[in-house]
């Protein structure tokens, strides 16, 4: 009997792992040839494709798509977004279908230029400020502070430095990026996953808000009642205003490759500049595709600023509308500049 039971065992364990092997996708008769090198393709190029048979089967038919867009063997990669997609290739042979996957990165087929700055004037700022966000509304600045139990929202008179008013987030959170849209100030906390909606006049708290893919909040700036959210990696996602649901993102990058610590933004002239995370100096995004056509370099401004051991890096880039120029600041500088952006 114990000889029947432990037969019995071993042929339903050999029909369970039998069944089990069955159970998995088939692996593809097929891989995708691109010739896109080392992956990568400049975005100028046309994305060529072809599918390798190695055991020489009759080919009925072969369907791409790059990111569940359709595309055909030979693809003008002009109106794609930069970074990393995926290719997948539906196969149909011999009545079945079969599919394979590959990975191909796209760059920007030009370098960047390179600007560098005038300084208009220089204007007072709170040395103990840990500068994350700046933005000019109705010609009045608005800065959101970062560190733990340092971290505020204020509203400043830039000329003079005064504060107008003033609030104190709960200890636990970190401050983070902002942006004015539709009379709200909308701030990022950092590691709590958590952003704040307040009235712009008064800095009530109107409501909180969950990140959704994005696993920090950086930076924040806004067009069109679309909302950009900078996450530290070189990934800007696209909130709806009123949900604030992340509905997709851009990958910023260059001819090169891609660019990380992207952190506090602002929207100029139809373009995205970002402050990069400790390399004081900002880049210049296109936001169609993510491609950076420009880099400025702050560097020799902290040495015009008071040195002292709380000392930080270049952050906080606001345009105003009213002067049509462009302020920066640093986390914990003592002056705020007023500049003109030129070409090298």
């Given at each position: 009997m114990?000889?029947?039971?432990h037969?019995t065992?071993?042929?339903?364990?050999?029909?369970?792992?039998?069944?089990?092997?069955?159970?998995?996708?088939?692996?593809?008769?097929?891989?995708?040839?691109?010739?896109?090198?080392?992956?990568?393709?400049?975005?100028?190029s046309?994305?060529?494709?072809?599918?390798?048979?190695?055991?020489?089967?009759?080919i009925?038919s072969?369907?791409?798509?790059?990111?569940?867009?359709?595309i055909?063997?030979?693809?003008?990669?002009?109106?794609?977004?930069?970074g990393?997609?995926?290719?997948?290739?539906?196969?149909?042979?011999?009545?079945?279908?079969q599919?394979?996957?590959?990975?191909?990165?796209?760059?920007?087929s030009e370098?960047?230029?390179v600007?560098?700055?005038k300084?208009?004037n220089?204007?007072?700022?709170?040395?103990?400020?840990?500068?994350?966000?700046?933005?000019?509304?109705?010609?009045?600045?608005?800065?959101?502070?970062?560190?733990?139990?340092?971290?505020?929202?204020?509203?400043?008179?830039?000329?003079?430095?005064?504060?107008?008013?003033?609030?104190?987030?709960?200890?636990?959170?970190f401050?983070?990026?902002?942006?004015?849209?539709?009379n709200?100030?909308?701030?990022?906390?950092?590691?709590?996953?958590?952003?704040?909606?307040?009235d712009?006049?008064?800095?009530?708290?109107?409501?909180?808000?969950?990140?959704?893919n994005?696993?920090?909040?950086?930076?924040l700036?806004?067009?069109?009642?679309?909302?950009?959210?900078?996450?530290?990696?070189?990934?800007?996602?696209?909130?709806d205003?009123?949900?604030?649901?992340?509905?997709?993102?851009?990958?910023?990058?260059?001819?090169?490759?891609?660019?990380?610590?992207?952190?506090?933004?602002?929207?100029?002239?139809?373009?995205?500049?970002?402050n990069?995370?400790?390399?004081?100096?900002?880049?210049?995004?296109?936001?169609?595709?993510?491609?950076?056509?420009?880099?400025?370099d702050?560097?020799?401004?902290?040495?015009l600023?008071?040195?002292?051991?709380?000392?930080?890096?270049?952050?906080?880039?606001?345009?105003?509308?009213?002067?049509k120029?462009?302020?920066?600041?640093?986390?914990?500088?003592?002056?705020?500049?007023?500049?003109?952006?030129?070409?090298k």
């Amino acid at each position: 009997m114990k000889t029947f039971k432990h037969l019995t065992i071993i042929f339903l364990s050999a029909i369970l792992i039998a069944c089990g092997s069955n159970s998995g996708q088939k692996k593809s008769d097929f891989s995708i040839k691109t010739n896109a090198e080392k992956g990568n393709i400049a975005n100028n190029s046309t994305l060529k494709l072809s599918i390798e048979n190695k055991k020489g089967l009759t080919i009925d038919s072969v369907a791409y798509h790059l990111d569940g867009k359709r595309i055909n063997e030979n693809s003008d990669l002009k109106d794609f977004k930069l970074g990393k997609h995926s290719i997948e290739a539906t196969v149909y042979v011999e009545g079945e279908k079969q599919t394979t996957t590959s990975a191909v990165t796209i760059l920007n087929s030009e370098l960047p230029k390179v600007y560098t700055y005038k300084i208009i004037n220089e204007y007072p700022h709170d040395i103990t400020s840990y500068t994350q966000g700046l933005e000019f509304h109705n010609d009045t600045l608005y800065e959101s502070t970062g560190q733990h139990k340092e971290s505020k929202l204020r509203k400043l008179d830039y000329k003079t430095g005064n504060v107008i008013k003033n609030i104190d987030l709960a200890d636990e959170y970190f401050g983070e990026g902002l942006t004015i849209l539709n009379n709200k100030v909308y701030q990022l906390t950092w590691q709590k996953g958590t952003g704040f909606v307040y009235d712009v006049n008064t800095f009530e708290k109107l409501s909180s808000f969950k990140y959704g893919n994005s696993k920090e909040g950086w930076g924040l700036c806004n067009y069109n009642n679309t909302i950009y959210k900078s996450d530290g990696t070189e990934k800007i996602w696209l909130l709806d205003s009123e949900t604030l649901a992340e509905q997709e993102y851009i990958q910023v990058y260059t001819n090169k490759g891609k660019i990380v610590g992207i952190n506090e933004m602002e929207w100029i002239d139809g373009k995205i500049y970002a402050n990069r995370y400790q390399k004081d100096g900002v880049a210049i995004i296109n936001p169609k595709n993510g491609a950076v056509i420009g880099v400025v370099d702050f560097k020799p401004l902290k040495k015009l600023v008071t040195q002292h051991a709380g000392l930080d890096v270049l952050n906080g880039i606001a345009y105003n509308p009213k002067t049509k120029t462009i302020f920066v600041t640093g986390k914990r500088w003592d002056k705020l500049f007023e500049v003109e952006i030129l070409e090298k």
